[in-house]
């Protein structure tokens, strides 16, 4: 084996888990996709790259096996390139260009379409500390879980809507927010109980 080819078996082995060690292909051999409809500003990039760092490859990028076109995971295979690393793992599809082209925006739309369960959220930083997660800053943690009260609403009303537990409602005026969680099924009454005491301030239910 070749310097060259020692030192490229190295990297895979300093960031690949041994399970996805035999699908490493070379970053120097995938293509951007041209349509590729996803942006990556800086801030996603440097988070992806300090995941990358702190967590190594987990998960695999999709890559088009005719010509080696990245179909999902461009953000990862930057990162990667701007780290110095050499190899990612892989999986090589071949199949017709639009259903390549329909799943990466399908990948990408599906993963926004989630939205936080606050509570449990809440409960996982308090356990592993914001310091540990790439991707977020303290100010948008607080943002998140926090849930001030709008002005002089009524307190009793406010504090029974939070108790009830599981459903996240959110209830804004010019001043303040002040998010609620309640039983899905009890979502209607909720909404118009927690309306009922904002609306004298001007406030409206999101």
Known sequence: MTRKAKKKVAEVDMHMPPQLQ??????????????NARAHD?????????????????????????????VAGHARVQAA????????????VSEERAKSIAFAIADNRTAELATWDLDNLSEALALVGIDDV??????????????PLLGSADET????????????MVARNSTAVLRVQVPRT???EARAALQAAVAALGGTVL
């Open 22 to 35: 035999p699908l490493a292909v070379a970053i120097e051999t995938l293509k951007p996709d041209p349509m």
């Open 42 to 70: 800086r801030r996603n990039l440097d988070a992806v790259k300090q995941s990358l760092q702190q967590f190594g490859w987990r998960n695999l990028i999709v890559v088009q096996a005719s010509d080696m076109t990245i």
């Open 81 to 92: 390139r701007e780290l110095g690393w050499t190899h990612v793992p892989a999986l090589l």
């Open 134 to 147: 790439p991707g977020f800053t303290a100010a948008e943690i607080e943002s998140m879980l926090a849930t």
């Open 157 to 168: 009303t406010v504090q029974s809507l939070n108790d009830q537990g599981q459903k996240s």
């Open 186 to 188: 009890k979502e209607t």
